[in-house]
T-cell receptor, first 114, second 112 residues
C-alpha cells in the first residue's frame, strides 16, 4: 500500500531564517506530487505541483520554492521566511490517471514564523 | 471568480438529520470532483470521488454531480457527532489535469 511521510510535524522558525520541508512517498512510482498551504480557518492553497523529477509548476509567486530531486521526494524551501509564511503545510500525492486524480495527504507540518 | 466555491458555514444540523453541503466550480469542462473531510488540526482525508453526472452513494454519504449547472454536492444521512468537521470540495480542472484545486471548505457541526 502507498504511504506518504512528511516531516517535521511542527516547526517554529524566526523571521528571515531558511526553511526546508521534506515529503516522501512509498509504494508507488511516478506520482504527481503537491504542496498546499492552509492558513488558520481557511481552505487549501495550491503552492506547487510536480508531474515528474525536476518538473515543478508554481501556482503562487512568493518566496517559496520546490524541488523534486527523486521520483518520490518533494521538498519545499525558502531562503528567508516571512511572518506571512506561517500556516499548515500539506504534501499530497496522486496517481497519473487523467481526470481521476484523487489526492492523498501527509500528516502536515504546522509552521509558525516568529 | 474563484475556481471552486463553497459556503464557509458553519452549518449546524441536528443528530440523525441529513446534512447537505454544496460546491460550485468555474471550469465548465472539469473532469473529476472530490469531497474531503478535515478534522481540526488534521490533514484532509478523501471521502468521495465522482466523475459522472448523477448520484454516487457510499454508506451514509451521497455525492451528486450536475455538470450542466457546474454544481457538486455531498449529502450525509443520519448525521453523527463524529461527522462534525470541515468538508472540502476539490476539482480536477480540464485546463490542467494534474492540478487539484480546493474550495475554502464548509464547517459542519452536528448538534446532539
Amino acid at each position: 500500500s502507498q504511504t506518504i511521510h512528511q516531516w517535521p510535524a511542527t516547526l517554529v522558525q524566526p523571521v528571515g531564517s531558511p526553511l526546508s520541508l521534506e515529503c516522501t512517498v512509498e509504494g508507488t512510482s511516478n506520482p504527481n506530487l503537491y504542496w498546499y498551504r492552509q492558513a488558520a480557518g481557511r481552505g487549501l492553497q495550491l503552492l506547487f505541483y510536480s508531474v515528474g523529477i525536476g518538473q515543478i509548476s508554481s501556482e503562487v509567486p512568493q518566496n517559496l520554492s520546490a524541488s523534486r530531486p527523486q521520483d518520490r521526494q518533494f521538498i519545499l524551501s525558502s531562503k528567508k521566511l516571512l511572518l506571512s509564511d506561517s500556516g499548515f503545510y500539506l504534501c499530497a500525492w496522486s496517481v497519473k490517471t487523467y481526470g481521476a486524480e484523487e489526492a492523498f495527504f501527509g500528516q502536515g507540518t504546522r509552521l509558525t514564523v516568529v | 471568480q474563484k475556481e471552486v466555491e463553497q459556503n464557509s458555514g458553519p452549518l449546524s444540523v441536528p443528530e440523525g438529520a441529513i446534512a447537505s453541503l454544496n460546491c460550485t466550480y468555474s471550469d465548465r469542462v472539469s473532469q473529476s470532483f472530490f469531497w474531503y473531510r478535515q478534522y481540526s488540526g488534521k490533514s484532509p482525508e478523501l471521502i468521495m470521488s465522482i466523475y459522472s453526472n448523477g448520484d454516487k452513494e457510499d454508506g451514509r454519504f451521497t455525492a451528486q454531480l450536475n455538470k450542466a449547472s457546474q454544481y457538486v454536492s455531498l449529502l450525509i444521512r443520519d448525521s453523527q457527532p463524529s461527522d462534525s468537521a470541515t468538508y472540502l470540495c476539490a476539482v480536477n480542472p480540464y485546463s490542467s489535469a494534474s492540478k487539484i484545486i480546493f474550495g475554502s471548505g464548509t464547517r459542519l457541526s452536528i448538534r446532539p
